[in-house]
């Protein structure tokens, strides 16, 4: 099942094993022995989510579809907890790549997008700007996906904490002090743009939402016109906001909105996460 746009898309692989296999005339498929592993989750758009928008080309602007992202500050009251999640999403079957799209600098932005081959023998692509190159096959990175510094394989992503104390100690790894940052914001987009497992995510959302620094908004629209949970943490003049899909606790969405005046500092709109079997058209 296709997402567009997506609630970023988990998988767990456990001690399952990805090979490579070869068939007759055609070209490498992944093969996963699946003894003893879980299973992998393809997530799924919120109720009430606006009618999905054309997905963007690479590196082509993004039009946002009505109705409009909610403008400026959003207001939160003192001691609201933000909710439970709902049901979570289906299983899907692991494909030759996982493939990321995101937007940066608000909307119409920048368009970057990675397919992230499963295996070795899979390559890894990427785009920005308009234009798709193949990763060298020598860089070390290319298979991995980067979370507050930290370049994790597939097989790390799928065992990452599914409790909450083993999450919020992983969150918490770069820092100095246990002291809240905007920065784990931004650790749960690049959690959500990764083949994370569902138990990780709820736990991840958990241990953010929970925390008395950070406060909830109500329902709130990204960009793209989704509706999700609003997360707010105010540091430094800044109002840092962040979206969550409520079935799941994938991030969708995060901007940084000056106190003063309104004005978007800073914003990341993940537009899809999920598994493909096609490569992108070069050139």
């Given at each position: ?100 799209r995101i937007t940066t600098g ?34 070390w990175g290319a298979h991995r ?139």
């Open positions: 099942m296709s997402r567009r746009p997506p609630h970023a898309a988990g998988a767990s692989f456990c001690t399952g094993k990805v090979v490579m296999v070869r068939r007759s005339g055609a070209a490498l498929i992944v093969a996963l022995l699946m003894a003893g592993c879980g299973s992998v989750l393809h997530r799924v758009p919120p109720a009430g989510a606006a009618a999905t928008p054309t997905a963007p080309a690479h590196g082509a602007p993004v039009k946002a579809p009505q109705p409009t992202q909610t403008p400026g500050l959003w207001t939160w009251t003192q001691g609201v907890a933000a909710p439970e999640l709902g049901a979570g999403g289906h299983i899907a079957v692991p494909k030759r790549f996982w493939h990321w608000g909307v119409p932005g920048m368009v970057n997008e990675r397919w992230i081959g499963v295996a070795g023998g899979a390559p890894t692509y990427f785009a920005s700007g308009g234009t798709v190159h193949q990763a060298d096959p020598a860089d996906f980067m979370i507050e510094g930290r370049a994790l394989t597939f097989s790390e992503v799928s065992q990452l904490p599914s409790d909450q104390k083993g999450i919020t100690a992983f969150l918490w790894a770069p820092y100095p002090t246990t002291q809240f940052t905007p920065r784990l914001f931004d650790q749960l987009i690049d959690v959500g743009l990764a083949p994370t497992p569902p138990a990780t995510l709820t736990a991840a959302y958990r241990a953010i939402a929970q925390r008395p620094e950070v406060h909830y908004a109500g329902y709130q629209i990204d960009a793209f016109g989704r509706r999700g949970l609003g997360l707010v943490f105010e540091f430094d003049g800044l109002q840092n906001q962040l979206l969550v899909d409520p079935q799941t606790g994938a991030a969708l969405s995060r901007r940084a909105v000056s106190l003063s005046s309104g004005a978007v500092q800073l914003a990341t709109t993940v537009y899809l996460a999920e598994w493909t079997d096609s490569p992108p058209a070069m050139g």
